[in-house]
């Protein structure tokens, strides 16, 4: 592909360049391998086709998700069996399956990003905690929708609060707050509710308006509310809101 040659940054859209920018914070050493290959270069258009650009329209969904998918397997692969190549890809590739299963249901691709965590979590230095947490909350969040074990409530919640106290992201925000949120559903413990209407209320509070995100964050912070006085006047317990805002 284009990309792979020369400077990434002047083939990319002005999205894509942001999200460029981005990935080269995050993974600064994986900039480039020894022999000039841009590997995250790789990654980055993985996203790119995922869905997390605002071009993501251009492609069918499925194609896209599967050439993302593959692509980063290659990058995996070429990168050997560690280094900041093999962590930038493996992040990255968790994202990705997480997106595939949010839009696809498909029960593969969500168990192939445990799978993925569990060597990000078994081989991640302490200054790549922070990312490694952040997919353990969004990863253990869906397995829960998905099997309905309340113990991936418990793991996602403990892997979101290490999160936002390392970061304090808005992605960790949304997913951590969802987390509780179901918990507070399966237990009722009110400490989970007053817990994700705080981190849903600043998520929200931080997110601009015009964002594609914020119809989903508010209309969960409003279900939030409704059924937190639905149940202090005794009604029934609440269900869930919907993660709106997608896989983040």
């Known amino acids: ?45 993985c996203r790119v086709l ?18 993302a998918q593959r692509l980063l397997e290659r990058v995996r692969r070429e990168a050997g069996g560690g280094g900041p190549h093999t962590f930038a890809a493996s992040v990255e ?26 060597d990000l979590e078994r081989g991640s230095s302490p200054p790549e905690r922070a990312a490694v947490t952040e997919l353990g909350c969004l990863v253990h969040r869906l397995r829960y929708e998905l099997h309905g074990d309340p113990a991936d409530l418990d793991r996602a919640v403990d892997a979101g609060a290490e999160s936002l106290r390392l970061t304090g992201a808005p992605s960790v ?47 969960n912070l409003a279900a939030m509310l409704h059924r937190a006085r639905r149940r202090r006047s005794g009604g029934p317990l609440p269900v869930a809101p919907s993660a709106a805002s997608g896989p983040t």
């Open 1 to 45: 592909m284009a990309a792979e040659t020369g400077d990434p940054g002047a083939l990319l859209s002005a999205d894509a360049r942001m999200e460029w920018t981005g990935l080269r914070l995050r993974h600064p050493a994986a900039e480039t391998d020894p022999g000039g290959l841009p590997l995250v270069v790789m990654a980055l258009w």
């Open 50 to 67: 995922a869905g997390e650009q605002t071009d993501f329209e251009r492609f069918r969904r499925e194609e896209s998700l599967t050439r």
């Open 93 to 118: 590739l968790v994202q990705v399956l997480a997106v595939r299963f949010d839009h696809t249901g498909e029960a593969l691709a969500l168990e192939r990003a445990a799978v993925v965590l569990a």
């Open 173 to 219: 925000r949304n997913n951590l707050a969802l987390a509780q949120w179901q918990r507070f559903v399966v237990r009722g413990e009110r400490g989970d509710l007053d817990d994700a209407i705080r981190g849903q209320s600043e998520l929200l509070a931080a997110t601009a308006p015009e964002a594609s995100a914020w119809p989903g964050r508010a209309a």
